[in-house]
């Protein structure tokens, strides 16, 4: 042993529980065991080939060197334009920084705005990052329960129930992982209208708004009235373009509090990788084609995953509208003993699954709700159904 402690920021820090079942999942498979996996946090597709190509030149030009700490000015560009065609919001290069990868955006975001002792409003279900990310800036993460019979969407009446005194900002996340709910632009309004009279910023994750379904808008709250210079837009090229190995994330939002995020960025990370940029521009500009291909390819799978789910005993789900994930509602299963096993909770579940049924979802206690569990789509259509029926099998028994 030995007489080095840990920092206490890091001493409490939660693992991601997304990864830590995924790692369980691929030891297994590593140990030559069929098991399908449905825990997957990106999609299943090559990067489109015309962007890998665009890397390559990057690099046979000699693009391998440092770039602005904020990300190359061709880029920007590419993302000012994409903002403006899939938002309608104009920003200027000054207010807009490239990270490495959303997931670094955010965390540049959530630093350069919680004071230690601020309130942070976090819609349940959450993404797993956005507590552990708040506590690390010294934030206090305050819960907010969406009422059941909004199917999942946010609306002001929640975050009126959950504001504090000591509140000062919301994240919000928008489709959401995990449950793939698309906020309305009525709902959308509502909240804007509670930021304005708390006096809050909100930081919009948008990592999913090019993979909606059904014909819902995906719209950016910084749109509304009054709210760009309150928000933070997030986005990247991970989910929409199949490049989660890439790590190009984005920020736009007013120029002084991207500044503050360019200056912990130049004293962390520096730029991302010069190659991935140039990869991230060609996506942008490129043509968008296999995103909608994409897309369809989700979609199909969502209504087929979704019919699935509806018709197996103690399961119930709404329909996403957004994203690849089924947030399901497992709670008609809890007190059930499933191969001798009892079943308490969705962590519970989930192991039956996987060492019984060799098939793997992430269970909800990680997002914040235990009866739940998290599917992903984002694997070929015969998987899925493979995966569908060793979970139905296992409870028809
Ligand atoms: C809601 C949400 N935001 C952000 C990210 C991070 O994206 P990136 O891979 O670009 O860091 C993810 C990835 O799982 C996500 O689900």
């Known amino acids: 042993m030995t007489d080095i402690a840990l ?95 959303a997931k670094h955006s955010l965390y540049n975001a959530v630093l350069a705005l919680t004071n230690p002792g601020d309130g942070v409003l976090l819609p349940v279900p959450y993404w797993v990052t956005y507590p552990e990310q708040i506590r690390l800036a010294g934030g206090e993460v305050q819960l907010v329960t969406i009422a059941a019979e909004h199917r999942g969407e946010l609306t002001a009446e929640d975050l009126e129930r959950a ?40 930081i919009s994750d948008e990592i999913y708004s090019r993979l909606i379904y059904d014909g819902v808008e995906a719209l950016s709250i910084a749109a509304l009235p009054d709210m760009r210079d309150r928000t ?58 296999p995103v909608e291909e994409m897309r369809r390819e989700f979609d199909r799978r969502r209504r087929y995953a979704v019919s699935r789910v509806q018709s197996m005993p103690g399961l119930t789900v709404n329909e996403p509208k957004g994203a690849f994930y089924l947030w399901v509602n497992a709670a008609g299963v809890m007190g059930r003993t499933i191969r001798g096993r009892n079943v ?4 519970d579940l989930a192991l039956v699954w996987l060492e019984e049924g060799r098939v793997s979802v992430v269970p909800g206690s990680g997002f914040g709700v235990d009866d739940h569990f998290r599917l992903s789509y984002a694997t070929s259509m015969d998987r899925l159904a493979e ?7 296992l409870l028809e028994e």
């Not at 308490?344 to 962590?347: H, I």
Request: neutral net charge; aromatic residues 4%; without cysteine.
């Open 7 to 101: 920092a206490q920021r890091v001493a409490s820090l939660a693992p991601s529980p997304t990864m830590t079942l995924d790692a369980k999942t691929k030891a297994l498979i590593g140990q030559g065991l069929d098991i399908v996996n449905l825990t997957a946090g990106e999609p299943d597709f090559d990067t489109p080939e015309f962007i890998r190509q665009a890397a390559e030149e990057a690099m046979n030009r000699g693009e391998t060197r440092y770039t602005p700490v904020g990300g190359t000015a061709r880029l920007k560009k590419a993302v000012i334009e994409r903002l403006k065609t899939d938002t309608g919001l104009s920003y200027g290069a000054e207010e807009v920084l490239v990270s490495a990868g």
């Open 163 to 202: 504001v504090r005194p000591n509140t000062r900002g919301l994240i919000l996340n928008s489709p959401s992982n995990p449950s793939g709910a698309v906020v309305g632009r009525a709902h959308l309004e509502s909240i804007a209208q509670f930021a304005l009279q708390h006096h809050l910023w909100i």
């Open 232 to 289: 933070l837009v997030i986005n990247g090229v991970s989910k929409a373009y199949a490049m989660t190995g890439w790590r190009i994330g984005y920020t736009a939002g007013p120029q002084a509090i991207i500044a503050a995020m360019a200056n912990l960025q130049s004293q962390s990370t520096s730029n991302p990788s010069s190659i991935s940029q140039a990869a991230a521009q060609a996506a942008l500009e490129g043509p968008q084609e």
């Open 344 to 347: 308490t909770n969705a962590d």
């Open 387 to 393: 995966g569908l029926d060793r979970m139905e099998q």
